[in-house]
């Protein structure tokens, strides 16, 4: 039984949530800490045992193939004046993944990106798909998660998570049967109006798709905001075979929009070996040192 070896990365987007920051810049490499965020996301796919990456990107985009290729003016620099230690840094990041950029050349939605991706990764019985937006935090990578489920299932997965009803019409959500955390998906609602959600069970941005996935996205047409969604095509699997959802452990944390962003940067900066020190001595030096009483 083959190992899945490849991760699709949707990251074609304008970023428009995270304007002005990302005019120039793609919303994928605004630094979370000492890293893009993109990065995190490689990171868990890496952690989850994959070693390729399909990174389906906008015109324009060209830096966030450039993250992961090496820069030899860069590495010489580095050389020169012996900073070894961020010389292997960088070359690290280089050996986390090898990567193949696809370009979408229009922003038609999430479905479209990651069937333009199918060619790259034609062959494969199983790959993985992550949306960079969220970061996540928790023992067992959440890639990792769903590729245990994979194994045991052998039919597509989704990350599903509990939401409260203010929250659910901004995802895709499952009607599933079972009892977790592991169940079986009976049917798909991309962002549901008011009252039409078919349970508090959200998709999160992480996947494990199958051809039959590809297959139905190639005769999904638009839908929810008039956009090719992922969810259509996952919920077209369903005539094929099994849709199975995983109630993950741990937490993702949003970064795709400036709000969520902040929140981030509040969570992850007090425990980073670097910059952890630095922000509590900003805090406590602000007069703000610990939660409000
Ligand atoms: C996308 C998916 C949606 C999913 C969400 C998770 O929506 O289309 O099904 O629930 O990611 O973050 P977007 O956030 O791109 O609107």
Redesign the pocket.
């Given at each position: 039984m083959a190992a899945i070896e490849t991760v699709i990365i949707p990251a074609g987007g304008l970023g428009t949530r995270f304007l002005p920051a990302t005019k120039a810049i793609p919303k994928e490499l605004i630094p979370v800490g000492d890293r893009p965020a993109l990065q995190f996301g490689v990171e868990e796919a890496r952690a989850s045992g994959i070693r390729r990456t399909v990174l389906v990107t906008g015109p324009g985009k060209e830096a966030l193939g450039a993250h992961f290729a090496p820069d030899p003016r860069l590495e010489s620099a580095l050389d020169a004046r012996g900073q070894a230690a961020l010389l292997e840094e960088l070359r690290a990041i280089d050996r986390l993944t090898e990567l193949q950029v696809v370009v979408q050349p229009e922003p038609l939605g999430?479905g479209d990106a990651v069937r333009r991706a199918a060619g790259a990764v034609a062959g494969e019985a199983a790959v993985c798909g992550l949306?960079p937006?969220?970061l996540f935090v928790g023992a067992i990578p959440l890639l990792r998660q769903l590729i245990l489920a994979y194994e045991r299932h052998r039919c597509p997965v989704v990350a599903l998570r509990r939401c409260p009803p203010s929250e659910i019409g901004?995802?895709?959500v499952a009607a599933v049967s079972g009892s977790g955390p592991i169940f079986r998906v009976t049917d798909l609602v991309?962002k549901p109006g008011p009252g039409e959600a078919p349970s508090d069970l959200?998709?999160?941005?992480r996947y494990v798709l199958t051809p039959a996935v590809f297959a139905a996205l190639e005769r999904t047409a638009p839908g929810a905001l008039g956009e090719v969604?992922?969810?259509d095509g996952i919920r077209g699997a369903l005539e094929e075979g099994p849709v199975v959802g995983v109630e993950y452990s741990g937490r993702l944390l949003d970064v795709g929009t400036l709000e969520g962003w902040v929140r981030t940067l509040v969570e992850l900066l007090p425990d980073h070996p670097r910059l952890g020190p630095v922000w509590r001595a900003a805090l406590a030096a602000h007069g703000r040192s610990g939660p409000a009483a």
């Open positions: 999430l949306l937006d969220d901004r995802y895709g991309e959200a998709v999160m941005g969604q992922l969810t």
